[in-house]
């Protein structure tokens, strides 16, 4: 029932746009001629966004910076019961979405969505965010060049997430 439900979704709510339009009396087809060309514009200057940041992931991925830098820490987290198996998540995810799901998968398989840091991994993924991709691509498509303080916000915030992930998860499972 809710796979039928959820395949109805994306053509009901094409119908309702529709509609919507022809109830305003809009000219639909070429609104929406214009919107895609108004993509095809902004589409340079989102793909030399992309680029970039998936270039500077890959550097920091392939370079093994992760690994010397857990190392040091490493005695540091056994002093405050923080497992280490959490912080290439934590690094990561304000860089990219994608490759924090496949480490959270990653813990899921290796100790369970339901150990102690299958639910720290969990917390960290739904209450932080993409900082470097949402401030790369949002503020690259409309050309902002000075972010300001939106960055530190941005990974402060982070940090406050996955310290409070490891605290809540600690206080409630462990």
Partial sequence: MITYISSLMLP?????????????????YNVFVDGAKEAFDMLPTLFTCILGM???INLFLESNILGYFLDAI???????????EIIP?????PISGG?????????????GPDSYIGRIG??????TETTFYVLTLYFGSVGIKKIRHALW?????????????IVIVGLFFN
Avoid: H, W
């Fill in 74 to 84: 490493n005695p540091v987290l056994k002093s405050f019961q923080i497992p280490a």
């Fill in 89 to 93: 998540m934590a690094i990561m995810r």
């Fill in 122 to 127: 969990s917390v960290i993924q739904g209450s």
């Fill in 12 to 28: 009901c709510l094409v119908l309702f746009i529709v509609a919507y339009g022809l109830y305003k009396k809009v000219d639909i």
């Fill in 153 to 165: 916000v941005g990974l402060l915030v982070d940090l406050i997430g996955i310290i409070s992930g």
């Fill in 54 to 56: 998936i270039l500077g």
């Fill in 99 to 111: 490759s924090t799901l496949a480490l959270l998968n990653n813990l899921f398989e290796t100790y």
